[in-house]
């Protein structure tokens, strides 16, 4: 159905009948319609719409929501007129019952809907509806209130009463607040502005007051509470909704005012909010309040109405007022008050909480009327009176108390909001202490009370500036209130205030909050959580960051101190405010201003009086600046610019420069004309970061005409802009001048009106839309897109890039509005002329703090800077609102508003309290903090947003390689986490660019005592950060010290105490020392030359020697790091290498008698061993300095270093070194041989006289021997050989004997073997060498000894006590003194290896019977040869037929003896196989230095012949010459340490490494054989190559060496044949003595062979003859027949030594005496000696006589082939030589027959057949001189040919051959062999014991020798290398007594010092 047609009609019918009933239809219907339209339900707040669309979820009230009058019928409204007119009259009667209350009802709301069309309301409330409503109403609530019994009727009543009441309230508010503006106010919406909104409202009825006032002095407030809310709400929504017409008549525009007087039906003089706002409404609303049975909701509505009252009374004039505000206020004090004492007696505290939380509320409107205001409640005493609220509230509970604080603290907040005047009434008052003692007897405050004492700290904003710092103080010293759940977030909250800005910093710094910090911390560390403590420290941080008072860093340094109660607790966060500390020091590093103007508000700035003369010649503008400035929050929130101005001039006429930053920070310099206004803006480089930037800025005019005028931007020292821009002219006088504020001045600049400020923003803002308004559409005809965006630019073809231009006036709508600076302004300066490059940038470098700009400085290249100052202002230098002009003359001083702030440094501040000094403790207490706490969990900090990839590794520490340090705050950040390290760059902070602190540093020797802390700090601690944080000092304190030359005082003192004291880094960890060491030498390498002198040789010796010797690095009672000895050899090295650089570049006396000192005191072989290795290098070097070389070859200097040589300290290795070092030095051609001399140890008398023969080399090697066991390493032996056959020189010979001499103690055979190769080569390659050797004393003997295998004495203890040698024939040993330099004997203990077990119980059993046969042989020879002795003694060749029995007897004994000893231990071999080489073969000889072997020289003594014929190679060894050891003893030799490695067969390797693996149990029998044969074999390699080695060194000393042929000769020969039978006496030999013997001789018969026929071939002459007879050799030369005579003579000689072993000696074993090859020699020297030749003479009867006794020997030889041969040449010679003696054929015939017997015996069929043609041969021979036919007629006849053979075997056997050999020949056997006994074996006896006698001489004659060189030894060397020792040793003691005297001086100094600073009134006193 259509409802406006069946409304139509009903309105049709009603007036066509004039029936009531319809009209009451009509009116149901027409309501029930229109509030399906309309929201009219004003029960509801939450759905009726706001008066402005607020919000996208609420709907807006508009004008025209209800239907207009000209829509509805004309006789609607009198209709309604009548039926309420109907109704009052039925009220006055009867009363209505309930239809007609309904009636009524549904009337009231037809009027409410015909007011929602705002047109409707002026006509509706010009009608009587309201008063008649008025009296209804009236009537119902009297009959309502007064109505008592038949309560049913009353209950059917009451809801339509209140229904229609209800609905008369909302009509009454609809007509007096159409657009609903109580409404919002109640529900919290914003509130628009009354200017927007017309004046629709009615005016108030006279009626209305009245009857609010009646209906409350009735007892409704009790029975009716909602009517009393309506009510209300009828007053509230009548003066809400009149603010309009009091805003809008405000005198803004009288224009304004004017209009609207005459145009509205509202009247001003009838305005409704100030006839509504009267004593009855205040009362009525006082009296609601203070009601006892007054409902809340009603105090809330009559609390909001309240507030309205004072926004309308605030807002009108004081004429138009009913009621003063001051006394409403004063009633709302009272009122308060009341309520107050009511809570006390019953319990309803909610009402007074409303009426507290009104007072703020009250404020909530814009500041034109919150000001006046708060000025009034302030001074009424609101907020003393909210305070002792507070106090009174103990009766509450305590939620209500938290509650009633909340609502007081918000109502305080804006209450003191921005009133600085109140604040300081407050706060005189004691409110802010009685405030907060209430706050804490609360108990801990809630989050509510939290946020709200937050609030009050900023006034209510939370991003507004800290106002307030009583709250944060309060808070900081009550901490321990507030729960630990929310103390991180109180604290991060008071961080956040009081740090967002650098006002907020600044006011927080002033007003003592870093105390309120230090006071948290220290009193309630207890209750202070880990997060909090963070976070307290981290406002800390960033408060000392700004600035810091002494008093105040004394505080923090209480928070350090140590007590044993709070220790812990203080632990929880020292080390966060350590860092805190550490980054406040950093401050003063970096650019930073300590005094400067904070220019915030439009009034703040300097203004500078008008520069009428521009001086200079008017060409240029040149301005510099110190700036900060912070983003500004306020603007960038708004949508319009603004321009933040830091200079501008300008003339008169609108002209002149302007410096400004844009809204997003950029820097614009605009120069401004009447016409145009162009600016250049430097872009991307926004300069609003909170930092200091300096600002140079140079205009310059063109310099010639049609040139361009240039405009030069420099932002922190470099150009940021260069861009051509118009310059004004300077002629014109610059009346307005102003810096960091708005130019102020009247008349019209740049075609605007300047009207400077204005009071009201409301006022302002308007205007300011005025002027693009009028103009906006001229500018955009002008200019096409000017307004498209901020920069549009007036000549966009004309303009450079950089600069845009703009018609005048426009600036503002195109950039902004200025204002000022709104940041912070430094330095200022304004020059007329432009600066140089390197000014500009010294300007930036030296800081704002630099005063360099308005004062000379010589030293920089700023000294016409003052000229060019125009004015210069620092704000330093402000007082009392005047800035003066620094500038000379001083012309321009400037008035200056604005705060002034001056900042300061910990660095600063620190020379309050104590200087550097204060730090010391914090460093002392490092390791004490480290052991409680190691652990301090995250940095207070964040760490700085930078890569680990690029900074350095991770990990190091982590410390695997070194890491480049950067200059940053985040390097400091890693340092700072190890607290030595963080000290240390906190002392570096402090003292950088700052001279005051770094003279205190040298005035109380601080350095010092902080070396002397860190000696003491556990080592842990000394890490790479520590080396860090050195380094960074080291480099600062060079960087300070700016002139050349030596180091300043402060880096001397670094590097004394700090750098180079070893005590420090000793301890630390390996990478740490290295790494110190890689900078050290990086920081010598700068200035060598003094660190050389002050830390050079010396120094680094002792550095060593101190800390990194061999035992340890410290000592365990200490606390260090003990390092491996791998680490301690690499920084040995490196330090070593240090003094190697030193030492290479230039080197003096000094330093190296501070090496040799070193070498010879030290005692340490690591630290000695490292020393000759960086020595070694030094002089090895070819780059190496003469000047070395001559300091080491001075007397006593390198020749000590023969004194390490000798201790038995060190080890071969260390001794290895001395030689090589030694050999260096001997081998450079720098230095001339004779200068040598000494250092070859060739014996130099006290007067530089001739050397001994003997040299000291003997004496080394005897006193070297005597330190302990002699065992020297092959490569010592050869360089010690090496050095000593280096030169022909005869005691480099006597040296190498007695070195070959000890080397037969030596174990191994490798070492015995190279030493015998180097003789034998020296041998061979010197042509004088024999001759040398043979010329020293004792030769044979020392050569002989290397074929020691081992003593067979008893004394099996390695030789402590050796027993003298058996040579001496028991002469006594008991020497004095001087003959210490005795050599041992010839015992080598018996090692067995320990991992090899076998069976050891036949050693002991074998050693003492040995032992006893040594000394019972011993005994025997004394007793003997003794008697020789004297014999000789006398005179050998006169008595010798005296002595010749006893001679005989003597030697027979000694020769037996030496049988019966060396027989059991021969080798089982009957021919060893070394005796199968060429006795000159050298093939396996190592080349000599020059590269030429030995084999090539092989013809220089022997024939071609001899090779052909001898030289054989090393045949393949298929057996051993192995002894009679036990097996134990053969296993031990091969598992023992073999040096020689080219020998071993890897097949032997290989067997002999899987024996060792095998396990013993399993090894059975037969690999145990196999093993033991490789043993041998191996171990028999190496004896034979030697014994090889020794034999033809021997022969060759003997055959060569000795040249003579006489008796004496052969004698000095017989020696070493002596020599070898002695030695075997009490020593095992490598072989047997007879294969040495008979190997000696074949090599001498091979050798004599070759001379004979040398001389046979030279001379020419035959042998036939005599070897005197003259005449047959005359055709020869003299020297040549003299060289065959000796030949011959040696020859003689030579065949008898071959007849005393084949013959003579007493061995059985012929396999021993007799070889092929001895016997080849012999032939052959009968051969060309011609000795059975006939008709020779009878020189040669005694040599056929040996040689038949040799054949015989021969012949009865087992060896078949050597039988053979002596058989052969017997039978030959038995046939060719005429038997003219028949004793001769008797000898022969009776030795064969005998042999012919023995092999007829055994069966020898061989040897049989060899032998009988002999024996045939001489029974043809002896046939007729004997008669054979008589004696022998059973003889088988001799013509029989082979039948004889067999005959004779059987008749051999016959009694008639046996008695005719018995009988006839034996008798001629033994005459001529007792004739050949008494000629030559008494002869070869006695020869012998002269040899014997002349050996022990020898011997002796040695030992003295020895003594001497030993004794001369110790007077050149030794003295002078103890003398050295002591005097070194001395001086380190000496320096270790200095350095402690030193730290017992610093340690006291300390001591003293810190006992001022734990003084009552010092930074660390005690607790």
């Known amino acids: 159905m259509d409802t406006p047609s069946v409304l139509h009609d009903l309105w049709t019918k009603y007036i066509s009948s004039n029936d009531e009933k319809t009209f009451h239809n009509f009116i149901n219907d027409f309501v029930s319609y229109w509030e399906s339209q309309l929201n009219i339900e004003y029960h509801d707040p939450i759905s009726l719409p706001s008066s402005w669309m607020w919000n996208h979820s609420s709907s807006e009230v508009k004008p025209d929501d209800g239907p207009h009058l000209s829509t509805l019928p004309d006789e609607l409204l009198p209709a309604l007129a009548k039926f309420i007119f109907l109704a009052k009259d039925e009220t006055e009667k009867d009363g209505l019952d309930v239809e007609g209350l309904k009636k009524l009802e549904k009337i009231n709301r037809c009027l409410i809907i015909i007011c929602r069309n705002f047109d409707n309301i002026p006509f509706v409330a010009s009608c009587e509806y309201v008063s008649l409503i008025v009296g209804i109403a009236a009537a119902v609530i009297h009959k309502e209130l007064s109505e008592e019994g038949n309560y049913d009727a009353k209950a059917q009543l009451h809801v339509p009463r209140a229904e229609f009441l209800s609905r008369f309230c909302c009509f009454l508010e609809c007509l007096y607040d159409p657009y609903l503006t109580w409404r919002d106010f109640i529900k919290g919406c914003p509130q628009p502005d009354p200017c927007n909104l017309p004046l629709h409202s009615a005016l108030l009825h006279m009626e209305v007051i009245p009857f609010i006032y009646d209906c409350f002095q009735t007892v409704m407030m009790k029975k009716m509470p909602w009517l009393c809310t309506d009510l209300i709400h009828i007053l509230g929504g009548t003066i809400s909704a009149a603010q309009s017409a009091i805003v809008c008549v405000e005198p803004i525009a009288v224009e304004r005012r004017q209009s609207l007087e005459s145009t509205s039906h509202s009247l001003y003089t009838g305005h409704n909010g100030l006839r509504a706002i009267c004593p009855a409404t205040i009362n009525i609303l006082m009296g609601a309040i203070t009601h006892p049975d007054v409902d809340e909701s009603v105090c809330a509505v009559a609390f909001k109405c309240f507030i309205i009252m004072a926004h309308v009374l605030q807002k009108s004039s004081p004429e138009e007022r009913q009621v003063e505000l001051a006394m409403i206020l004063q009633l709302y004090h009272s009122t308060i008050r009341t309520l107050f004492s009511q809570v006390k007696n019953y319990e309803k505290p909610k009402i007074l909480f409303l009426s507290i939380s009104t007072l703020g509320s009250i404020l909530d409107v814009s500041d034109r009327v919150r000001n006046p205001l708060q000025e009034s409640l302030i001074e009424i005493g609101f907020p003393e009176l909210i305070v002792s609220v507070l106090e009174g509230n103990k009766d509450f509970s305590s939620s209500a108390q938290q509650k009633l604080a909340v609502i007081s603290v918000n109502s305080l907040t804006k209450l003191l909001s921005g009133n600085s005047k109140g604040k300081e009434k407050f706060s005189k008052a004691g409110a802010y202490d009685r405030l907060f003692n209430v706050i804490i007897s609360i108990g801990k405050p809630s989050d509510d009370l939290l946020k709200a004492l937050f609030l009050l700290a900023v006034d209510g904003k939370l991003h507004n500036n800290l106002q307030n710092s009583e709250v944060v103080i309060f808070l900081l010293h009550n901490m321990n209130i507030i729960e630990t759940s929310r103390q991180k977030k109180v604290c991060s909250s008071l961080l956040q205030i009081c740090t967002s800005h650098f006002l907020s910093k600044e006011k927080a710094c002033s007003q003592g909050v870093i105390r309120g910090i230090c006071k948290a911390l220290s009193c309630h560390a207890d209750g202070l959580s880990q997060e909090a403590a963070i976070e307290l420290v981290n406002f800390l941080e960033k408060l000392l960051l700004h600035t810091v008072k002494p008093v105040e860093l004394k505080e923090l340094f209480h928070l350090f101190r140590t007590s044993e109660n709070t220790l812990d607790e203080q632990l929880q966060y020292r080390a966060h405010v350590l860092r805190a500390l550490y980054s406040a020091a950093r401050k003063g590093n970096h650019i930073d201003c300590s005094c400067y103007l904070d220019i915030q508000s439009d009034t703040d700035g300097i203004s500078v009086p008008g520069i009428k003369?521009?001086?200079?010649?008017?060409?240029?503008?040149?301005?510099?600046?110190?700036?900060?400035?912070?983003?500004?929050?306020?603007?960038?929130?708004?949508?319009?610019?603004?321009?933040?101005?830091?200079?501008?001039?300008?003339?008169?006429?609108?002209?002149?420069?302007?410096?400004?930053?844009?809204?997003?920070?950029?820097?614009?310099?605009?120069?401004?004309?009447?016409?145009?206004?162009?600016?250049?803006?430097?872009?991307?480089?926004?300069?609003?970061?909170?930092?200091?930037?300096?600002?140079?800025?140079?205009?310059?005019?063109?310099?010639?005409?049609?040139?361009?005028?240039?405009?030069?931007?420099?932002?922190?020292?470099?150009?940021?802009?260069?861009?051509?821009?118009?310059?004004?002219?300077?002629?014109?006088?610059?009346?307005?001048?102003?810096?960091?504020?708005?130019?102020?001045?009247?008349?019209?600049?740049?075609?605007?009106?300047?009207?400077?400020?204005?009071?009201?923003?409301?006022?302002?803002?308007?205007?300011?839309?005025?002027?693009?308004?009028?103009?906006?559409?001229?500018?955009?005809?002008?200019?096409?897109?000017?307004?498209?965006?901020?920069?549009?630019?007036l000549h966009p073809q004309q303009d450079p890039p950089h600069v845009k231009s703009v018609p005048a006036g426009v600036q503002d709508t195109v950039w902004g509005p200025p204002t000022s600076l709104r940041g912070h302004l430094?330095?200022?300066?304004?020059?007329?002329?432009?600066?140089?490059?390197?000014?500009?940038?010294?300007?930036?470098?030296?800081?704002?703090?630099?005063?360099?700009?308005?004062?000379?400085?010589?030293?920089?290249?700023?000294?016409?800077?003052?000229?060019?100052?125009?004015?210069?202002?620092?704000?330093?230098a402000c007082w009392k609102h005047v800035c003066p002009d620094l500038a000379p003359g001083g012309k321009h001083n400037g008035h200056v508003e604005g705060t002034l702030c001056c900042t300061r440094t910990v660095k600063d501040a620190l020379n309050g309290i104590g200087g550097v000094l204060v730090l010391h403790p914090l460093l002392e207490n490092a390791t004490h903090y480290q052991d409680k706490n190691p652990d301090l969990g995250a940095s207070p900090s964040p760490l700085p947003q930078l890569s680990l990839e690029k900074d350095g590794k991770a990990g190091s520490e982590d410390f695997d390689g070194w890491e480049v340090l950067p200059h940053s705050s985040f390097s400091d950040w890693k340092l700072e986490q190890n607290p030595v390290s963080g000290y240390l760059t906190l002392l570096r902070n402090i003292i950088t660019r700052s001279a005051l602190n770094q003279e205190y540093v040298l005035k109380n020797n601080s350095m010092a005592i902080i070396g002397y802390l860190l000696i003491k700090t556990k080592a842990e601690l000394i890490d790479v950060n520590v080396l860090m944080a050195v380094q960074l000092l080291v480099e600062m304190a060079h960087e300070g010290h700016s002139t050349k030359g030596s180091p300043g005082n402060l880096l001397q003192a670094i590097h004394r105490h700090l750098l180079f004291d070893f005590r420090i880094w000793s301890r630390s960890q390996f990478q740490i020392r290295i790494g110190h060491l890689q900078y050290v030498s990086t920081v010598v390498k700068e200035d060598r030359r003094y660190f050389r002198k002050h830390y050079g040789v010396q120094f680094l010796f002792d550095v060593v020697r101190r800390h990194y010797n061999s035992e340890s690095v410290v000592d365990t009672s200490e606390d260090g790091v003990l390092l491996s000895a791998e680490d301690l050899s690499t920084v040995r090295r490196a330090l070593l290498g240090l003094a190697k650089y030193f030492m290479q570049k230039d080197v003096n006396v000094r330093e190296v008698y501070s090496l040799l000192g070193f070498l010879v005191s030290v005692r340490d072989e690591s630290l000695v061993s490292d020393c000759l290795d960086m020595l070694i290098a030094v002089v090895g070097n070819k780059r190496c300095r003469d000047q070395i070389y001559l300091l080491l070859y001075e007397r006593h200097a390198a020749d000590i270093l023969y004194g390490l040589i000798v201790d038995k300290l060190y080890s071969m290795e260390l001794k290895q070194k001395v030689f090589r070092l030694l050999s260096v030095l001997l081998r450079t051609d720098r230095i001339r041989e004779r200068n040598k001399r000494h250092l070859r140890l060739q014996d130099v008398g006290p007067n530089h006289g001739n050397s001994s023969t003997v040299g000291l080399y003997p004496g080394l090697i005897s006193l070297w021997q005597d330190q302990g066991s002699f065992n020297p390493s092959m490569e010592v032996v050869m360089m010690l050989l090496d050095q000593m056959l280096s030169t022909d020189s005869p005691g480099g010979y006597a040296g190498c004997l007695s070195l070959l001499s000890v080397l037969s103690l030596h174990g191994d055979l490798n070492v015995r073997i190279e030493a015998a190769r180097k003789t034998l080569t020296t041998i061979f390659m010197v042509p004088t060498a024999a001759k040398n050797f043979a010329m020293q004393v004792g030769w044979q003997e020392c050569i002989s000894r290397l074929l020691i295998r081992k003593p067979i004495n008893g004394n099996m203890d390695g030789g402590d006590e050796l027993a003298a040698d058996l040579i001496s024939f028991g002469e006594d040993h008991d020497k004095d003194d001087d003959s210490t330099g005795m050599e041992k004997d010839d015992i080598i203990a018996v090692e067995v290896d320990d991992d090899y077990e076998v069976p050891l119980s036949s050693l002991p059993r074998l050693a003492t019977s040995v032992t006893d046969a040594a000394y019972y042989i011993e005994n025997e020879v004394k007793e003997v040869a003794e008697t020789v002795t004297s014999a000789v003694a006398d005179n050998i060749y006169s008595a010798a037929d005296?002595?010749?029995?006893?001679?005989?007897?003597?030697?027979?004994?000694?020769?037996?003896?030496?049988?019966?000893?060396?027989?059991?231990?021969?080798?089982?071999?009957?021919?060893?196989?070394?005796?199968?080489?060429?006795?000159?073969?050298?093939?396996?000889?190592?080349?000599?230095?020059?590269?030429?072997?030995?084999?090539?020289?092989?013809?220089?003594?022997?024939?071609?012949?001899?090779?052909?014929?001898?030289?054989?190679?090393?045949?393949s060894r298929d057996s051993t010459a192995g002894d009679t050891v036990s097996l134990a003893s053969a296993i031990s030799i091969s598992m023992s340490n073999d040096n020689g490695p080219a020998l071993e067969d890897d097949k032997i390797t290989e067997e002999g490494t899987r024996a060792?693996?095998?396990?013993?149990?399993?090894?059975?029998?037969?690999?145990?054989?196999?093993?033991?044969?490789?043993?041998?074999?191996?171990?028999?390699?190496?004896?034979?190559?030697?014994?090889?080695?020794?034999?033809?060194?021997?022969?060759?000393?003997?055959?060569?060496?000795?040249?003579?042929?006489?008796?004496?000769?052969?004698?000095?020969?017989?020696?070493?044949?002596?020599?070898?039978?002695?030695?075997?006496?009490?020593?095992?030999?490598?072989?047997?003595?007879?294969?040495?013997?008979?190997?000696?001789?074949?090599?001498?018969?091979?050798?004599?062979?070759?001379?004979?026929?040398?001389?046979?071939?030279?001379?020419?002459?035959?042998?036939?003859?005599?070897?005197?007879?003259?005449?047959?050799?005359?055709?020869?030369?003299?020297?040549?027949?003299?060289?065959?005579?000796?030949?011959?003579?040696?020859?003689?000689?030579?065949?008898?030594?071959?007849?005393?072993?084949?013959?003579?000696?007493?061995?059985?074993?012929?396999?021993?005496?007799?070889?092929?090859?001895?016997?080849?020699?012999?032939?052959?020297?009968?051969?060309?000696?011609?000795?059975?030749?006939?008709?020779?003479?009878?020189?040669?009867?005694?040599?056929?006589?040996?040689?038949?006794?040799?054949?015989?020997?021969?012949?009865?030889?087992?060896?078949?082939?050597?039988?053979?041969?002596?058989?052969?040449?017997?039978?030959?010679?038995?046939?060719?030589?005429?038997?003219?003696?028949?004793?001769?054929?008797?000898?022969?015939?009776?030795?064969?027959?005998?042999?012919?017997?023995?092999?007829?015996?055994?069966?020898?069929?061989?040897?049989?057949?060899?032998?009988?043609?002999?024996?045939?041969?001489?029974?043809?021979?002896?046939?007729?001189?004997?008669?054979?036919?008589?004696?022998?007629?059973?003889?088988?006849?001799?013509?029989?040919?082979?039948?004889?053979?067999?005959?004779?075997?059987?008749?051999?056997?016959?009694?008639?051959?046996?008695?005719?050999?018995?009988?006839?020949?034996?008798?001629?056997?033994?005459?001529?062999?007792?004739?050949?006994?008494?000629?030559?074996?008494?002869?070869?006896?006695?020869?012998?014991?002269?040899?014997?006698?002349?050996?022990?001489?020898?011997?002796?004659?040695?030992?003295?020798?020895?003594?001497?060189?030993?004794?001369?030894?110790?007077?050149?060397?030794?003295?002078?290398?103890?003398?050295?020792?002591?005097?070194?040793?001395a001086r380190y003691s000496n320096l270790l007594n200095q350095e402690k005297n030193h730290d017992l001086l610093v340690g006291r100094r300390w001591h003293h010092l810190k006992q001022n600073l734990i003084s009552p009134r010092g930074a660390w006193r005690e607790r």
Request: proline share 3%; glycine share 8%.
């Open 613 to 793: 003369k521009w001086p200079g010649i008017g060409n240029c503008l040149a301005f510099h600046a110190w700036v900060r400035l912070e983003s500004d929050e306020e603007k960038k929130s708004s949508t319009k610019p603004s321009r933040r101005q830091l200079f501008s001039f300008h003339t008169s006429g609108g002209s002149g420069f302007e410096i400004f930053f844009a809204g997003n920070g950029d820097l614009t310099v605009a120069v401004s004309s009447n016409k145009y206004y162009s600016a250049a803006t430097v872009s991307d480089i926004p300069l609003t970061d909170g930092q200091w930037h300096c600002i140079y800025i140079c205009h310059m005019a063109a310099r010639r005409p049609f040139g361009q005028n240039h405009l030069t931007v420099y932002i922190d020292g470099t150009q940021r802009l260069s861009a051509c821009l118009k310059f004004p002219s300077l002629t014109d006088p610059y009346i307005y001048c102003h810096i960091g504020s708005i130019v102020q001045r009247s008349g019209v600049v740049g075609g605007k009106k300047a009207s400077g400020k204005s009071d009201n923003k409301d006022e302002k803002d308007s205007d300011s839309l005025v002027l693009p308004k009028a103009i906006y559409s001229s500018l955009t005809y002008l200019v096409p897109g000017l307004m498209q965006g901020p920069y549009g630019s």
């Open 826 to 876: 430094g330095q200022v300066a304004l020059f007329h002329d432009c600066l140089s490059n390197h000014q500009i940038k010294v300007l930036h470098t030296s800081g704002p703090d630099y005063w360099a700009v308005n004062a000379v400085d010589d030293t920089m290249e700023l000294t016409d800077l003052t000229n060019k100052l125009v004015l210069c202002y620092s704000p330093s």
């Open 1442 to 1515: 005296n002595i010749s029995s006893a001679v005989a007897s003597a030697y027979s004994v000694i020769r037996q003896k030496t049988l019966d000893m060396q027989g059991p231990m021969s080798p089982r071999s009957t021919s060893p196989r070394f005796f199968q080489r060429s006795p000159f073969s050298l093939s396996s000889f190592r080349p000599d230095a020059d590269g030429i072997s030995l084999s090539e020289k092989r013809s220089q003594s022997c024939s071609s012949e001899e090779e052909d014929e001898n030289s054989v190679a090393f045949e």
């Open 1556 to 1929: 060792e693996e095998l396990d013993e149990s399993a090894m059975d029998a037969e690999a145990m054989r196999i093993l033991k044969e490789l043993d041998e074999e191996k171990v028999g390699d190496k004896e034979e190559e030697l014994c090889y080695l020794v034999v033809n060194i021997l022969f060759t000393i003997l055959w060569r060496g000795i040249e003579s042929s006489g008796k004496e000769a052969w004698k000095e020969r017989g020696q070493v044949l002596s020599c070898i039978n002695l030695v075997g006496l009490n020593n095992e030999l490598l072989c047997s003595h007879l294969d040495l013997r008979r190997h000696i001789l074949e090599l001498a018969l091979t050798a004599s062979l070759s001379d004979l026929r040398g001389g046979l071939v030279g001379g020419g002459q035959s042998l036939s003859g005599s070897t005197g007879d003259a005449a047959s050799g005359s055709q020869a030369g003299a020297g040549g027949q003299k060289r065959t005579e000796a030949s011959i003579e040696n020859a003689a000689f030579l065949m008898r030594w071959v007849y005393d072993l084949v013959v003579l000696d007493p061995n059985e074993n012929s396999s021993k005496k007799n070889s092929i090859k001895l016997l080849n020699g012999v032939l052959g020297h009968l051969e060309i000696l011609l000795v059975f030749r006939e008709g020779s003479n009878d020189e040669w009867t005694e040599m056929a006589k040996i040689a038949f006794g040799i054949l015989l020997s021969c012949a009865a030889s087992d060896d078949l082939e050597l039988c053979a041969m002596a058989t052969a040449k017997l039978h030959a010679l038995v046939q060719t030589r005429i038997m003219n003696d028949p004793a001769e054929g008797g000898f022969l015939l009776y030795s064969i027959n005998k042999i012919l017997c023995k092999d007829i015996e055994r069966n020898c069929q061989d040897r049989y057949s060899f032998l009988i043609p002999v024996v045939k041969a001489l029974l043809e021979k002896l046939s007729h001189a004997l008669g054979l036919e008589k004696l022998l007629p059973e003889l088988p006849r001799t013509q029989a040919g082979p039948v004889f053979f067999e005959e004779f075997r059987n008749y051999c056997q016959c009694e008639e051959w046996t008695s005719f050999v018995e009988n006839t020949i034996r008798g001629l056997h033994d005459g001529y062999r007792e004739a050949l006994s008494g000629e030559l074996t008494n002869a070869m006896n006695t020869f012998w014991a002269e040899c014997y006698e002349a050996s022990k001489f020898s011997s002796n004659k040695r030992i003295k020798e020895v003594a001497e060189s030993r004794l001369r030894f110790e007077a050149q060397v030794m003295d002078y290398f103890r003398s050295r020792q002591i005097e070194d040793i």
